[in-house]
């Protein structure tokens, strides 16, 4: 209770220091005031109005001035418990840890620069003026000895006489817990056992109740005196509080009337500063509720005109902008509408709708496309409606219905049928022949078809295919390059909002670093609606941020998002780009948190690019489709085998034509279908079969029928040979100028050689022609036509093996014998195909592909065996000679007359045989054979000599042999062409070794 140095002394009724030594507490204001300071009042926490007496102010820190800065005010550390930290092993170790931790570590506090260095010269004023205060607390001490001091013996003996006298005292009075309401204290203190039980007095029982009264009143006495021993000896520090009332009593007058004047001041601040500032804002508040309040029921009554717009929009298929208005008007009903009890089924009838949109959209796209492929072809190829399918698709694509090409593929194929249908139809309808009542199958129809009305079908089918494609390419190519511009639009707005992100994370930053303003924050804002009777005060002190995110604003983007789907939605791709921004406007006006932008409704970029890779492979399909139509066409007029039946110029002019629009098509498409081609192949493969089996049944039924004389060579053949020989490895055209005058020839001239031959080899000449020209027209083919070409080489070379050398021409013909004519006759007709091989490999070499020289090995193989033929039609002439001088020479004998007529026989079938061939075969083929012939003369005539014993010894029979040489040798050298045949005949007389 003591006040410190200064109110420890006793109250005196004079000043000054006393005789005791005793510092007396002086009694003039003058001297108080040199030696007290004067008591300071509470510090005001409100400064006062300025009254222009700056002695007026509060010196102290005031809540409402000082709210902005750190006061002492501002300390939330209690530091008695900062200090006494229960943690800390040594509590004086650092009252830091209260708010900081146990694991605050010290550490080493540098000497701030702000600092000045402090000496003791710092402190000479305050020692100065605290000399005299210590002295006259160390003259206090000297009066008021310690309770050690041994001069106050008394005081120490009369405290222990107290204590000893308290020890009397039992500890259950001293305890804490001391009440008689508990019944064993209660027992403790009046022990009733030493009283009787019995209802009647005792002498006993009164004298043991007056020992306990005594005993208990002992038990006060003590107390009493102790207690009033502890008030003797701090009577001095009662005089003292009593003393201090006064100040006290003075001091609580003026916090009185400092808080007085306080509340008078707070009470005239609210009534000038904040009641009329308060009503403005509530009232500024109000009407911003006002105006939110107006703008969501004109937000809510736009949202009620969606249905009709919708509506409105459908019937004149904008399902684009119905589409978009949809969107927008669910996106505000989640977040400005969200709870409104009306439009609680508005959400689900606006999905209705939108399933209904897409169920329509579809439907409409089928019979777009349905009209679009289906209308006449006469039309120009122009994309119909050209907005509305670009109207259509973006819909479509801003549904994620993706599944719309797979429609158009299935539209393509039943068009594809129609197109085939119409014009066989209208073909038909041409012809009277075909009586469709009765014949009603298209395929039954088109067999009944001549080749040329055939023809024409096919080519009518293939220009109708052309022009289909090319429009299913034009439209395809609007829907390509509106998913295109939809994926390009992503990509661009990607790229615009990723440093827009940026730059909000860095703005966001520099909000952070900058220091918090007066704006509330959001958790701030909900505490002040919460406090202020629903009065949003953020909004009212953030107005101009407040009315941009206002339901008006939204309000305005639905009803322009209206007008703007009104309008005109579906005009192209700029229609639908600017739809876009006016969603993006829309979304961005919304709170965050909810928007669904437009590129969130949009496929993905794979998804996109998928589409547009599907886009391609939908031509791709649609040049199949068309090339599948027409083998259909190809294949019902070939059930009956009539394209097999066709004449080479009649399948040629079909191969062209399917060559030319599997041309035309892969130009279009980019695509080379293989359908149509395979069809014509195996067409072509029956072709070739046939045209084959003809021709070798022809050539067949030509040999059976060869009588194997030399033939007249008509000019057109020569002309034909003569246009081989010039490179033209192909059919002349038939000229029908007129008759042809010029006489038909009897050698057919080939490089300036003449050749006898017979008439099939003529027609055999034309026939490998007919290939060559097939081959030519037909390239595909080059590998068949060789393998039969090849074997009808093979054919005419066996048969006529057959028929000469085999001499089947005898049973088949009728021929009597076969002459050395005939055998000359055909060595000269195999010599002239083996002349026009290498010509026609030449010829097919060019046509084939270098992977497939392996097949012109069989011209080879056909050399080779003509080539054999003609060596053994050449042995069977020198056999047919060398029969004859066996037979005849063994007969020869050396006797007059000369020449014998061994050798004028043998003269005479030597002038045959070179009559029969001089004219058939070549000077030089003729030598040699009449020199293979001499050969196997001389042969046996020297064996014949030898026989008979004649020797070259000059007598009479070799005189008479070499008379006989001499008349063989003059007959042979007289013969045309072998006047200089050397025959060697000394020979004959040369002996074996």
């Known amino acids: 209770m003591a006040s410190g140095p200064r109110s420890s002394s006793m109250v005196q009724s004079s000043g000054g220091t006393g005789r005791d030594g005793v510092f007396r507490k002086p009694r003039d204001p003058a001297v108080s005031s ?20 700056a002695r007026g102010l509060c010196e102290g820190p005031s809540v409402v001035a000082d709210q902005h800065r750190w006061t002492v005010y501002s300390s939330k550390v209690n530091l008695p418990a900062a200090l006494n930290d229960p943690r800390l092993a040594k509590r004086e170790s650092d009252f830091f840890t209260k708010s900081w931790g146990v694991d605050f570590t010290e550490g080493e506090v540098l000497p701030s620069p702000c600092l000045p260095a ?3 010269e710092h402190f000479s004023s305050y020692l100065q003026e605290t000399a005299q205060r210590e002295k006259i607390h160390e003259r206090c001490k000297n009066v008021c000895p310690s309770k050690d001091d041994p001069a106050l013996p008394s005081i120490t003996t009369d405290h222990d006489k107290a204590k000893e006298d308290l020890e009397q005292v039992p500890k259950i009075f001293m305890r804490p817990d001391f009440v008689l309401d508990d019944a064993s204290t209660f027992s403790a203190v009046l022990p009733w056992s030493h009283f009787s039980v019995s209802g009647g007095k005792n002498s006993c029982d009164g004298a043991s109740s007056r020992l306990l009264q005594e005993k208990l ?8 005196v102790s207690i009033a021993r502890q008030i003797s000896l701090r009577s001095e520090a009662f005089f003292h509080a009593m003393s201090s009332q006064h100040e006290l009593q003075d001091r609580l007058r003026r916090t009185a009337g400092a808080v007085a004047e306080l509340r008078a001041r707070t009470a005239a601040m609210g009534r000038v500063m904040c009641r009329g500032p308060l009503r403005a804002l509530r009232d500024a508040v109000t009407r911003g509720n006002c105006v939110r309040l107006h703008n969501k029921l004109k937000l809510m009554a736009a949202v009620m005109q969606t249905q009709p717009t919708v509506q409105l929009l459908l019937s004149s298929c904008e399902f684009v902008g119905a589409l978009e208005l949809i969107n927008t008007t669910k ?12 439009f609680r089924h508005l959400g689900s009838q606006l999905c209705e709708m939108e399933k209904l949109i897409d169920k329509m959209m579809v439907a409409d796209f089928t019979t777009y496309v349905r009209s679009d492929l289906n209308r006449s072809f006469e039309e120009d190829n122009q994309v119909l409606e050209k907005d509305r399918l670009q109207s259509l698709v973006f819909g479509l694509l801003r549904q994620k219905k993706l599944d719309f090409l797979d429609i158009y593929t299935d539209e393509i194929l039943q068009a594809a049928k129609g197109i085939i249908r119409q014009c066989v139809l209208r073909l038909v309808s041409q012809i009277e022949e075909i009586d469709t009542d009765t014949v009603v199958k298209l395929q039954d129809q088109m067999r009944l078809m001549s080749f040329a009305q055939w023809f024409e079908l096919l080519e009518c089918v293939f220009d109708h295919f052309i022009l289909f494609l090319t429009r299913i390419k034009a439209t395809l190519s609007v829907i390509r390059n509106v998913v295109l511009e939809v994926l390009d639009n992503s990509q661009r707005n990607r790229l615009t909002t990723a440093p827009a992100d940026v730059d909000c994370e860095d703005d966001e930053d520099e909000d952070e670093d900058e220091p918090a303003g007066p704006a509330h924050q959001p958790g701030e804002a909900e505490l002040a609606y919460l406090t202020h009777e629903g009065l949003f005060i953020s909004d009212a002190l953030n107005g101009a941020e407040c009315r941009s995110n206002t339901p008006a604003g939204t309000h305005s983007k639905i009803k322009m998002r209206t007008e703007a789907s009104g309008s005109d939605s579906a005009s192209g791709t700029t229609e639908s780009s600017s739809s876009r921004e006016h969603t993006t406007n829309t979304t961005s006006s919304l709170p965050l948190g909810g928007t669904t932008s437009l590129e969130d409704l949009m496929p993905s970029d794979l998804e996109l690019g998928r589409v547009a890779n599907n886009i391609q492979e939908l031509l791709h399909t649609a040049s199949d489709i068309s090339h599948d139509r027409c083998v259909k066409v190809l294949l019902a007029k070939a059930k009956d085998g009539s394209l097999e039946r066709l004449s080479s110029a009649e399948f040629v002019c079909m191969s062209r034509a399917v060559e030319r629009f599997a ?46 004389k030399q033939a007249e060579v008509p000019a057109e053949f020569q002309h034909l040979v003569d246009s081989i020989a010039n490179g033209h490895i192909t059919l002349p055209e038939r000229k029908h100028t007129g008759p042809d005058d010029r006489k038909p020839a009897e050698f057919l001239l080939v490089d300036g050689q003449k050749y006898a031959v017979v008439g099939t080899l003529l027609l055999l000449i034309r026939m490998f022609l007919e290939y060559c020209q097939c081959v030519n027209d037909i390239p595909t083919i080059t590998t068949d036509m060789l393998t039969r070409l090849s074997d009808l080489l093979k054919h005419f070379n066996s048969r006529s093996c057959q028929l000469v050398l085999g001499a089947g021409a005898l049973q088949v013909v009728g021929l009597k014998t076969i002459t050395t004519k005939n055998l000359a006759l055909v060595s000269r007709c195999l010599q002239l195909v083996v002349h026009y091989i290498p010509i026609m490999r030449a010829h097919f070499e060019t046509k084939l592909q270098p992977k497939q020289y392996s097949v012109l090995r069989h011209f080879d193989h056909i050399t080779k065996d003509y080539n054999d033929h003609i060596a053994e039609i050449s042995a069977k002439l020198v056999a047919i000679m060398d029969g004859l001088f066996e037979k005849v020479l063994s007969k020869y004998e050396v006797k007059a007359p000369m020449p014998s007529l061994c050798f004028r026989n043998v003269c005479k079938q030597m002038s045959k045989m070179h009559e029969a061939i001089h004219d058939l075969l070549p000077e030089e083929q003729t030598q040699m054979l009449f020199l293979r012939i001499n050969a196997s003369f001389k042969m046996h005539l020297k064996r014949q000599l030898a026989r008979l014993g004649v020797v070259n010894d000059g007598g009479p029979q070799h005189g008479l042999v070499v008379v006989d040489v001499a008349f063989y040798t003059e007959n042979i050298q007289a013969l045309h062409s072998l006047e200089h045949l050397d025959l060697n005949m000394p020979e004959v007389w040369e002996q074996k070794r």
Not at 663 to 690: I, K, P
Request: charged fraction near 30%; hydrophobic fraction near 30%; include cysteine.
């Open 663 to 708: 041309r035309d098509t892969e130009e279009l498409c980019c695509r080379r279908s293989v359908s149509l081609r395979g069809a014509l192949q195996s067409q072509a493969n029956r072709f070739v079969h046939r045209f084959h089996e003809e021709r070798k049944t022809k050539l067949s039924l030509l040999l059976d029928t060869e009588r194997w």
């Open 118 to 120: 402090i000496t003791a």
């Open 34 to 53: 040199r030696h007290l300071r004067p008591s300071r009042s509470l510090p005001d926490v409100c400064p006062k109005e300025p009254t222009g007496d």
């Open 331 to 342: 996106e505000v009903l989640q977040q400005e509408l969200q709870g409104i009890h009306s």
């Open 217 to 224: 009143s002992h038990y006060l006495d003590v107390v009493e």
